[in-house]
């Protein structure tokens, strides 16, 4: 049956890669931080359909506790954006190179 | 005294930073007042937390409510011991540098209560998910601790940086739990190793992925090879106080954890490893010289060198699954030596630097023990502990570690390691020689010895010399052998009933 | 046979809305396709007999996080260089009947929605929410009480960074005396 745990894994690991792909490939720190959102997702789903498919609740326990992390990081992201646009009044990462591997000061 | 006594740590700890939180709202207290309070509860924990100390116990408190999920045994009494020093020294060494006019509140403390809340959960926690929640509260809590000061760019960016790869890798615990749960269908450690036992005769290979996953997790938090790159950037922009808990608490609750669930469940899959970590240490030995060779500014060569330190520790993690008991107490004793000396290294330098805002090069100590003879001595006993120079803990801490390794079978690693050491002399030894070889000071405006930091200090450095010599000079003295026999103790009562 | 055709529809929207997350130039166009991409991945939740997780996603995750990350993009101006103007007056028309249809069926879908078989039948008496109550209140109350405490850490964050200081605010006053 295509409709199995299998079919599940794969879409959940294809949706962690483009997430990936999102925090690796752009430079917008909004976008960076969707693209974690959006791996959590991915583990939600996971974590979902594994706890359907072993009949087991616990996994939904566990989705549930990473929507409350999910929603812990979101805060602190949104208040570090705050701060970092305050002061460099844009949302490009790469402006953020105060500190580099050269001596700055 | 029934379960509570087991939990009492944790329950100072973390009133304690609620306490604080709500302190901090009103204008009346000062600064150094809700510092006090904040040492108040941490000192009150730590008494609570010693009463066990190398007592042999695996207790699940309240196993009815908490279902297992928290553990207390010898293992987490130790560890919560130094995570608690470490709090408590972080604030001492600070004393002078969270001041007001660095926009420095109560608010601070009382993340910085949090954070060690999450870490000594990290500890105790016996099940994934509430250790990733334990470890999410810890970090989340540096992040705030490192950005603290808004009006400065560098915090902020360190902090941004340390909060995107910081959630990245919390990304893959989760996938790595994810992976593990559909193995075994649980995330209970001590059930999970049960699930993995071959005799089950059951695929494991998703576990080993899994398993794997948390691994990445883990080096990257403790900034092994791969994932090192953030900890220059993020340590260099830090204050350096919190850079110094940073060094030295976090990645013992790290190690602490990996360490419990390597040894409790992946007896199996740690064969798997082998290869990789062996990758993996040679290069975080080479490369971590190699940064700590370029530096020029202090904190920055602190901080590479703690990378080195890294690389140290996971030989001694390799070696565990031959040699055991001999090498978990290695890592632990050795925690305690890195700890200590990072701890009196960077408190030194933030007292030494929280007159102005200097950022501190080599070039600045030229001729400094002409105008602080005993900072620059106490600066020397640190330097020749990182290096591990006999006579100071650092030695001793490398000595078992490396002859572990060869009793272990990993010459290669050894060598490696012993390499790395005489090489990291160059750049320790570099300060010191910089401080008493030159005539003409340059540093000229150091405050003078005087408060609670200085004397907190040269405590360490006491330390630092006891656990190098104490031993074997003093008879009749309380020497480290009790630290290792009590660490030795502590990797028996994680395979307790 | 429903619920296979719901797993492929479904997917194929999620992998199509967070590719646009990754992939659009414009942050203002991912956050909505984000926001869509989880009302979606809830879809998943019902089907796999998750509906209060299903229900938590779209009111938690869909509705408060992404409503505030959408004013705090607002905030930052973020929509500057996105032109409002409707260049392509077909596709725009085309795609309103078309998601006024989609409204239509979806909210006709009880009618017919009588003849469905679940494949997996839900287990007899005890109800989803009840299960997850009874467990998150036993084996996993550690867990939660800690997410608990981490949401609190994260408010003090959000005070400790974004809070302007009294100070600091006068200090701004200046700087911009000062620049006048």
């Not at chain 3, 409204?103 to 008496?125: H, K, Q």
């Amino acid at each position: 049956m295509s409709n199995s745990i299998t079919a599940y894994m794969f879409l959940a690991m294809l949706l962690l890669s483009i997430g990936f792909l999102g925090v690796i490939s752009r430079k917008n720190i909004f976008v960076i931080y969707m693209s974690i959102e959006l791996m959590l997702n991915a583990v939600n789903l996971m974590f979902v359909a594994l706890s359907r498919y072993n009949d087991l609740m616990s996994g939904q326990i566990i989705a549930m506790c990473i929507i409350a992390v999910a929603t812990a990081e979101a805060g602190i992201f949104l208040s570090l954006i705050v701060v970092l646009y305050r002061r460099k009044k844009s949302l490009d990462s790469d402006i953020f190179n105060t500190l580099s591997q050269k001596e700055a000061l | 005294m029934g379960d509570i006594s087991y939990l009492l740590p944790l329950l100072f700890v973390g009133v304690g930073a609620v306490v604080l939180m709500l302190l901090s709202y009103t204008k009346s207290l000062s600064i150094s007042s809700i510092a006090k309070i904040a040492l108040g509860f941490l000192v009150l924990a730590f008494i609570s937390n010693v009463y066990y100390f190398g007592e042999l116990h695996k207790v699940y408190p309240y196993e009815n409510v908490f279902f297992g999920m928290i553990v207390s045994d010898t293992y987490s009494v130790y560890f919560n011991s130094i995570l608690l020093v470490g709090a408590i020294a972080t604030i001492l060494i600070g004393w002078d540098y969270f001041r007001p006019d660095r926009r420095f509140t109560g608010e601070f403390f009382s993340l910085l209560l949090f954070s060690t809340f999450g870490m000594m959960l990290l500890v105790q926690s016996a099940e994934l998910l509430s250790a990733f929640i334990a470890l999410e509260i810890a970090s989340l809590s540096l992040y705030v601790m490192i950005g603290f000061q808004t009006d400065n760019i560098r915090r902020v960016e360190a902090s941004y940086r340390y909060l995107v790869l910081g959630s990245l890798s919390g990304v893959l615990f989760l996938f790595g739990t994810a992976l593990i749960y559909a193995s075994t269908k649980t995330t209970f450690l001590g059930n999970i190793g049960v699930e993995l036992l071959p005799q089950t005769g059951k695929d494991i290979s998703l576990a080993i992925g899994g398993a794997t996953l948390i691994l990445i997790t883990f080096l990257f938090k403790i900034s092994a090879f791969p994932f090192q790159n953030w900890t220059i950037d993020v340590y260099d922009g830090s204050p350096l106080p919190v850079s110094a808990y940073m060094a030295s608490t976090f990645k013992v609750a790290v190690f602490a954890f990996m360490l419990r669930f390597v040894a409790m469940d992946l007896g199996y899959i740690k064969d798997y490893w082998d290869g990789l970590l062996m990758g993996v240490i040679i290069l975080t030995l080479a490369y971590g010289t190699f940064l700590a060779l370029a530096q020029n500014n202090l904190k920055r060569m602190l901080a590479s060198s703690s990378i080195v330190h890294t690389g140290y520790l996971l030989i001694a993690f390799v070696s565990i699954d031959i040699i055991g008991e001999s090498a978990s107490s290695s890592i632990i004793y050795y925690l305690i030596a890195y700890f200590l000396s990072a701890m009196g290294a960077f408190g030194l330098i933030s007292y030494i630097s929280s007159s102005d805002k200097l950022r501190l090069t080599y070039e600045d100590f030229k001729g400094f023990s002409h105008v602080r003879p005993y900072m620059s001595a106490m600066l020397s006993i640190f330097m020749l502990s990182l290096a591990g120079l006999p006579g100071t803990i650092g030695f001793i801490g490398k000595f078992y570690i490396f002859s572990g390794a060869i009793e272990a079978g990993y010459t290669v690693l050894a060598t490696s390691a012993i390499l790395a050491t005489f090489i990291s002399i160059y750049y320790y030894f570099k300060l010191i020689a910089l401080m008493y070889f030159y005539p003409s000071p340059i540093l000229s405006n150091v405050p003078p010895l005087k408060g609670l930091p200085p004397i907190f200090i040269g405590f360490i450095a006491i330390a630092v010399l006891w656990g190098g010599i104490g031993n074997t000079f003093i008879a009749f003295f309380p020497s480290i052998d009790f630290l290792i026999d009590v660490a030795k103790l502590s990797h028996r009562s994680l395979f307790l009933q | 046979m429903y619920e296979i055709i719901a797993f492929y529809t479904f997917s194929a929207l999620v992998i199509g809305l967070f590719g646009i997350v990754v992939l659009s130039k414009n942050a203002l166009y991912s956050m909505t396709a984000l926001a869509g991409g989880m009302v979606f991945i809830s879809g998943f939740f019902f089907i796999l007999d998750a509906e209060f997780l299903g229900v938590v996603q779209i009111v938690v995750y869909t509705g408060a996080i992404m409503a505030l990350y959408a004013f705090g993009m607002m905030f930052f101006d973020t929509t500057r260089d996105v032109k409002e103007d409707i260049r392509c007056k077909k596709i725009f028309y085309t795609l309103s009947i078309l998601s006024a249809v989609l409204v239509l069926i979806v909210l006709s879908a009880p009618i017919f929605s009588a003849n469905i078989e679940a494949i997996y039948p839900t287990l007899e008496g005890v109800g989803n929410v009840q299960t997850i109550g009874l467990l998150l209140f036993t084996k996993y109350l550690v867990a939660f009480e800690l997410a608990a405490i981490m949401l609190l850490v994260a408010m003090i964050a959000g005070i400790v960074l974004v809070g302007k200081k009294l100070d600091a605010q006068s200090d701004d006053l200046e700087v911009a005396k000062e620049l006048k």
